[in-house]
């Protein structure tokens, strides 16, 4: 995941603090620089750089610290290995200062479409990459093999995915809105324009609301598909937006819930649940195509953008 913009004020001491620490070493420097494209292992960029890696695990330790880089810990045929991501693209410090009312700041986060936490899923279903199917179609069982996180569009007929938003970060902060947006569609078979989906979202365990999807979309190419995927198949969907304020909740420009920011905890705890899917009773039981930055008409997965003070 990834915190795309990352604003702060000259008041923002502490922050400040830590960026100022990470970006004055040009070890520091050329591993960002090293993140631009692709994530490494520890031992990737010791081996790059030509370091030893009790090195660069202090310079990524720093790194971390001031909110550049994410570890995350992943799986391969030696075991467990440390990822190293880049967490941020743009950086804004406002030197005009508020002298009274604290300025709204935002950032946003992008959450990769496979790393949910908890999922079910019913035939057909399955995952893609930019390069292959990955998770074969119709094998639900098979939903959390760590390939995943690879995943750029996921396919299921019933069931719902569910992930794990971190707010660790906003524990200190007066939120004032918090929006979740995705490009999503129905899921039929190859594709049906006009196949209707009851696709409803839920955040901490409570019902937000629910969207008709009028299809699953075809017929032309999605943006950014890959060259290898059927012209047969899914091609795109539509962007939905969850829009939590202090007094009420949005599907796209419309109230759809009383429950708030406070109400949902949104605040508590280490992070806050998500879930997207098909309700067992919903009278539209016509699936849910989930896209990622690669896949579809829109360069994004799951986008979590918080404006706070």
């Known amino acids: ?77 030696r075991g467990n290995a440390k990822l190293i991501s880049r967490q941020i693209d743009h950086f804004a410090l406002d030197f005009n200062a508020g002298n009274s009312e604290p300025e709204n700041k935002t950032f946003s986060m992008e959450i990769p479409i496979g790393s949910f936490s908890d999922a079910r899923a019913e035939a057909s279903c399955g995952m893609a990459d930019v390069n292959d199917i990955i998770i074969a179609d ?46 999503i569609c129905s899921e039929a078979p190859n594709y ?31 943006r950014l598909n890959p060259a290898w995927w059927s012209d047969y198949s899914t091609q795109y969907g539509v962007i939905k937006s969850l829009l939590i304020t202090q007094d009420c909740v949005y599907l796209d420009e419309t109230p759809v819930s009383t429950q708030t920011v406070k109400k949902l905890g949104l605040q508590e705890g280490d992070y806050f649940t998500f879930r997207i899917g098909i309700k067992p009773d919903a009278k539209h039981q016509g699936g849910l195509n989930l896209f990622g930055e690669r896949f579809g008409d829109y360069a994004q997965g799951l986008v979590y953008s918080v404006d706070y003070k």
């Open 1 to 77: 995941m990834s915190i795309r913009d990352f604003q702060l004020q000259l008041t923002d001491e502490d922050e400040l603090q830590n960026i100022v620490q990470a970006l004055n070493a040009s070890i520091r420097r050329k591993i960002m620089v090293m993140l631009n494209t692709s994530s490494y292992s520890i031992a990737e960029i010791a081996k790059r750089l030509n370091l030893p890696i009790s090195t660069v695990s202090f310079h990524i330790n720093i790194l971390r610290n001031a909110g550049f880089v994410t570890v995350t810990v992943k799986r391969n045929t």
């Open 192 to 222: 049906k324009n006009d196949w209707e989906s009851d696709i409803t979202f839920w955040i901490n365990g409570t019902e937000i609301a629910t969207w008709v999807s009028p299809g699953d979309f075809g017929g032309r190419r999605g």
């Open 138 to 183: 119709d094998l639900p069982g098979a939903f959390f093999s760590p390939q995943r996180f690879s995943a750029q569009i996921i396919w299921l007929s019933k069931g719902y995915l569910e992930y794990r938003i971190p707010n660790y970060m906003l524990h200190d902060k007066q939120i004032n809105s918090i929006k979740l947006s995705m490009e």
